[in-house]
């Protein structure tokens, strides 16, 4: 599972976060979207939506010392809030800028760990209320897909398997003529340097 | 004297019991192997659902004329499992005059 963000078609209307904070009934002082401008108000402006990319190969995974992070079969890159000990090593890790804390603090003062769960709950019984409290809305287990792509208005957040949505970016650039390389892609999906 | 103190003893290990079985323990593995996630498991996708997300992915390219998010109906994979309790909108409600 993959999130491909199309800056020719992003506009900045933020919904997609709105949608998340919405969904999950994410508290005050988290945003596990937002959407970044650049060259803001200057030629060649562009708008993206980020959050975890759930990468391949997620720094986050490795860096954690207590190993609460982890990858799902289908590639979502979820934790478990019940290991966390809030020490903030994912957020300097991760090259989006995905995990957040709920308070503002030291080592282990921050509280855990907050991040997109690619609507995919967590590692508590689907469906469960404890699941939601912790990790928001199950949505993937119900069939669908991640609430800020569903409802994007121009499309440009797309979500799922990656050969889809980059079949469905590959046909948009052909169609349109310009536009190539998906911000982000080679950062969370492409191979690191010396991997196999 | 010796029944006063057996009593004392007794509540004492009576507290100290009751206060350990109060304890919330979590499940915080003590050994850890590096890089190797040892919390709770993930359950499991199924076939029919992984189709469906499939499904729903490839309906984002579609024109405009097509309802995004749409395909097969996931309703029957599993509806939201737990209604609000019956408070909440109530609550929810007074909270807008706050």
Sequence with gaps: MKFLCDAERCIECNACVTACKNEHEIPWGINRRRVVTLNDGKPGERSLSVACMHCSDAPCIAVCPVDCIYDTAEGVVLHSKDLCIGCGYCFYACPFGAPQYPQAGNFGSRGKMDKCTFCAGGPEEDHSPTEFQKYGRNRIAEGKLPLCAEMCATKALLAGDGDVVSNIYRERVVARGFGSGAWGWGTAYGQKAGGS | ?98
């Design chain 2, 1 to 98: 004297m010796g029944g006063a103190t057996a009593v004392r003893t007794a509540a004492l290990v009576f507290a100290v019991t009751a206060a350990v079985a109060s304890c919330d323990f979590d499940e915080r593995p003590l050994n850890y192997e590096k890089g190797t996630y040892l919390g709770n498991s993930e359950p499991p996708l199924s076939a029919a659902t992984r189709e469906v997300l499939r499904e729903r992915a490839e309906y984002q390219g579609s024109g405009s004329g097509t309802v995004s998010g749409g395909g097969r109906d996931a309703a029957d994979l599993g509806a939201r499992a737990f209604p609000p309790p019956a408070d909440a909108l109530k609550e929810r409600a007074a909270h807008q005059g706050r």
